[in-house]
């Protein structure tokens, strides 16, 4: 009788899987590590949701930034115009409520006394191309102002200094904001050089009359670079 040249031939049906116990293994280490695997992405899920939930809640981070240029006019009083941008990069569905702004300014080399300024309105400007200038009109009282991510403010913001004039030197200023949230005021620091040319200026043009005074005039001496200044230099 001749042999089979086949070997596997005379095994039964089956045979190959229950001699192959490393095969098995290896498929039950794979579905356990199939099952740790989608363990695994349901917590990140979860903690993740978690997350954005919380981070929805909380309350937004402010970042106030102060402009390149502010305005002054000044006869009987001082007016001094500011449009500070108040935005937050925080993503939130709580909303920020900025209750009173403050404008504090110290003179650093001039015994003139500190004036007080306080909030005295916001405003608006347009472009006067006859005149080649800004004319300025009142918008509404000092209110309320709210910011959120979708919602940046920009006011323009009116400080009065009753019976005070600015003499030459230069002032340290600090713009304060106070929030509705309970968390420490907002502050924001910045100096202000008046020149002798800008004292005269001011003087000649009178109270309606508002001068621009920049924090970035090209050339302008290292020691006040950064401050807002009243060009010419």
Known sequence: MALSENPSASEPEGATERNAPGRSSSKKRYEQA??????????????????NLLALQREPAVD??????????????????L????STRVKT???EVITQIDLQLRPTTTSTKAPAFFWDETGSYSYNAAAHDLTYQRVADP????????????PLLLFNAV??????????????????SGQKPLRESFCLVVSKNAVKTMQDAGQYRHHGFRDDVPGS?????????FPPL
């Open 64 to 81: 106030v930034a102060l402009p390149h240029i502010v305005r002054i006019a000044q006869g009987r009083d001082t007016w001094l115009y």
């Open 34 to 51: 199939q099952a740790w695997i989608g363990t695994l992405v349901g917590v990140v899920a979860l903690g993740l949701s978690i997350y």
């Open 221 to 229: 001496d290292p020691q006040k670079t950064g401050c807002y200044m």
């Open 143 to 154: 209110s309320p102002l709210l910011v959120d991510q979708g919602r940046p403010q920009q």
């Open 93 to 95: 569905e709580r909303v």
């Open 83 to 86: 449009q500070p941008t108040l």
């Open 163 to 180: 019976g005070w004039n600015f003499a030459e030197g230069r002032y340290e200023g600090t713009l304060v904001l106070e929030r509705a």
